[in-house]
């Protein structure tokens, strides 16, 4: 899973950066591309293959700031899967990329435009995208109004904090890290 874009990067059209200076502020955010956009398709493996065993990350800082800006992060599930998730503020044009492959389809999501292709053995078809429930903002008012919670949100949040903690570590630490060794 990928997501990135060009928010760290002069650009013609742009002469300044456009993501705000406290994007660059390990005191502020407490990260960069990682925390910002890499929780994301972190977020998605989780709800793909469930939490991984192991985390093995990677960070750059190719604009020299005090945060990362480029992020390679792979993932081991005890299934014998790997996962691989992808951010940074340094990509001029990358779509937000989704793709599953096993030993007879594969399955690519990109956006934007939304495009779902498949692939068995023969040639890549479009496949039509199943209708979005309501966005996360619609349903957390629904559930104040209702006086409901989102139990399984909530856990999926609590389990995002889990690989993302563990990412940090690996990357800071320089080794792979298990998930079963982090603190409760």
Same mark, same amino acid.
């Given at each position: 899973?990928?997501?990135?874009?060009?928010?760290?990067?002069?650009?013609?059209? #742009?002469?300044?950066?456009?993501?705000?200076?406290?994007?660059?502020?390990?005191?502020?955010?407490?990260?960069?591309?990682?925390?910002?956009?890499?929780?994301?398709?972190?977020?998605?493996?989780?709800?793909?293959?469930?939490?991984?065993?192991?985390?093995?990350?990677?960070?750059?800082? =190719?604009?020299?700031?005090? =945060?990362?800006? #480029?992020?390679?992060?792979?993932?081991?599930?005890?299934?014998?899967?790997?996962?691989?998730?992808?951010?940074?503020?340094?990509?001029?044009?990358?779509?937000?990329?989704?793709?599953?492959?096993?030993?007879?389809?594969?399955?690519?999501?990109?956006?934007?435009?939304?495009?779902?292709?498949?692939?068995?053995?023969?040639?890549?078809?479009?496949?039509?995208?199943?209708? *979005? *429930?309501?966005?996360?903002?619609?349903?957390?008012?629904?559930?104040?109004?209702?006086?409901?919670?989102?139990?399984? #949100?909530?856990?999926?949040?609590?389990?995002?904090?889990?690989?993302?903690?563990?990412? #940090?570590?690996?990357?800071?630490?320089?080794?792979?890290?298990?998930?079963? *060794?982090?603190?409760?």
């Amino acid at each position: 899973m990928r997501m990135a874009r060009n928010g760290a990067l002069r650009t013609e059209r #742009n002469l300044d950066v456009w993501l705000p200076a406290h994007f660059y502020d390990p005191d502020q955010c407490h990260g960069g591309a990682m925390i910002d956009l890499g929780c994301r398709p972190m977020y998605l493996a989780r709800h793909i293959l469930g939490l991984p065993e192991t985390v093995n990350s990677h960070y750059r800082y =190719v604009t020299g700031r005090a =945060v990362e800006d #480029n992020v390679v992060v792979t993932l081991g599930y005890a299934s014998g899967a790997p996962a691989v998730v992808e951010a940074g503020f340094v990509t001029p044009a990358l779509p937000f990329t989704i793709e599953v492959h096993s030993t007879c389809t594969s399955l690519i999501y990109s956006a934007p435009p939304p495009v779902l292709r498949m692939r068995g053995l023969d040639d890549w078809i479009e496949q039509a995208i199943p209708k *979005s *429930s309501p966005l996360p903002f619609v349903q957390w008012v629904d559930h104040i109004q209702r006086g409901t919670r989102n139990v399984a #949100n909530i856990d999926a949040a609590l389990d995002l904090t889990k690989p993302m903690e563990a990412a #940090n570590r690996s990357a800071a630490e320089r080794r792979q890290v298990r998930l079963d *060794s982090l603190q409760p």
